[in-house]
Antibody, heavy 119, light 108 residues
Framework: EVQLVESGGGLVKPGGSLRLSCAAS????????MNWVRQAPGKGLEWVSS????????YYADSVKGRFTISRDNAKNSLYLQMNSLRAEDTAVYYC????????????WGQGTLVTVSS | EIVMTQSPATLSVSPGERATLSCRAS??????LAWYQQKRGQAPRLLIY???TRATGIPARFSGSGSGTEFTLTISSLQSEDFAVYYC??????????FGQGTKVEIK
């Protein structure tokens, strides 16, 4: 069974940093492209960042470019999101999501971790 | 960036009735369209991809249709577990894979 479990969320002040993690199991992690998708409270879904199976290709939404860094460790079956210079508008539940063969189609999702940016 | 527009924002339906949800793209996305279901407090779940193919384990009462700019998700006979928010998403222009704003299906 595919499992994606996010961690690392919490309360942080504007301008602060946070590192999210996503632990994967139940599938061959190194075969999958991984993503972060976020959802602000009461709002819709917004794609944040994507990393290919062996980190060759990395993409960011314009809203986070230059502030967030996505990475992965295939030996540890883990995905990360380093978030710097956080703003109030970054407050959201952050989901990790995966796709294997079709770019941008999110086949599996984790349960999410809440990031709150507030003073 | 392709804008996805869903209608209606809220759909009130009685159990057992048919629900029809619409999604429109600002430009053609061919058949690269997915539908996701999100129940309260849960992660989204892939329902339909390629505009009309059900994902693994999705009941046959869910069906998708359309291509280009106009798409429809139909739930043939609503069950209690189907009351949720549904999002469409295009992945023809990737990245980003843009989502619609969602349609909430609520009990009438």
């Amino acid at each position: 069974e595919v499992q994606l479990v996010e961690s690392g969320g919490g309360l942080v002040k504007p301008g602060g940093s946070l590192r999210l993690s996503c632990a994967a199991s139940g599938f061959t992690f190194s075969d999958y492209n991984m993503n972060w998708v976020r959802q602000a409270p009461g709002k819709g879904l917004e794609w944040v960042s994507s990393i290919s199976s062996h980190s060759s290709y990395i993409y960011y939404a314009d809203s986070v470019k230059g502030r967030f860094t996505i990475s992965r460790d295939n030996a540890k079956n883990s995905l990360y999101l380093q978030m710097n210079s956080l703003r109030a508008e970054d407050t959201a539940v952050y989901y990790c999501a995966s796709w294997e063969t079709t770019p941008g189609r999110f086949d599996y999702w984790g349960q999410g971790t809440l990031v709150t940016v507030s003073s | 960036e392709i804008v996805m527009t869903q209608s209606p924002a809220t759909l009130s339906v009685s159990p057992g009735e048919r629900a029809t949800l619409s999604c429109r793209a600002s430009q053609s996305v061919t058949s690269s369209l997915a539908w996701y279901q999100q129940k309260r407090g849960q992660a989204p779940r892939l329902l339909i991809y390629g505009a009309s193919t059900r994902a693994t384990g999705i009941p046959a009462r869910f069906s998708g249709s359309g291509s280009g700019t106009e798409f429809t998700l139909t739930i043939s006979s609503l069950q209690s577990e189907d009351f949720a928010v549904y999002y469409c998403q295009q992945y023809n222009n990737w990245p980003p894979g843009t989502f619609g704003q969602g349609t909430k299906v609520e009990i009438k």
